[in-house]
Structures are given as structure tokens and as C-alpha cells.
């Protein structure tokens, strides 16, 4: 998992990729409550989730899978509609 700092009032364009294996993208506060699931929302049997954040903290990101396999992935975190990176 991933601690990302989001602000509060902003939506985010949230995207887990793997030519590997089947991406499940889950956003939780800091809590651990499950805010967002994702499963195949991008392209082929990739996840992708917008995000809006209701208040500012750090999130985590969670890449995972359903079906238990493991390999290379990517996951990205954009500001929805712009070409910001959000770290």
C-alpha cells in the first residue's frame, strides 16, 4: 500500500496498471475505512478510479488482485484533468 497526501475539494484520476495480472485498486482514509474499489474501471484488466476527496490527509492506495496473482504493476496519481502528478 501507499500513503498519498490529497486535498480536500479535489478529484484525482487514480489508475493501477499490470500486464501481469488482474489490478484491484482500493482507496482507504487513514482510518483503514474503505473509501473507493476499483476493479476493472481502465482499460482491459486494468483499474481506475476518480477520486474525490472530500478532505485533505494522507489516503492509501492499495494495489491488489482478486484472483491471488502477483507481478509488475504501475500506479499513477493525477489530478483529474490536468497533467499534474500528485505525490
Do not use: P
Amino acid at each position: 500500500s501507499y500513503a498519498v497526501k490529497m486535498e480536500g475539494g479535489r478529484t484525482y484520476d487514480i489508475d493501477l496498471m499490470s500486464r501481469e495480472f488482474d489490478t484491484v485498486l482500493v482507496v482507504e482514509d487513514e482510518k483503514g475505512k474503505r473509501l473507493a474499489e476499483n476493479d476493472d474501471g481502465g482499460e482491459g484488466n486494468n483499474s481506475r478510479l476518480r477520486f474525490s476527496c472530500l478532505a485533505s490527509g494522507t489516503y492509501r492506495l492499495v494495489a491488489t488482485t482478486h484472483n491471488g496473482k502477483v507481478g509488475d504493476y504501475q500506479l499513477s496519481v493525477e489530478l483529474a484533468g490536468e497533467n499534474a502528478r500528485a505525490r
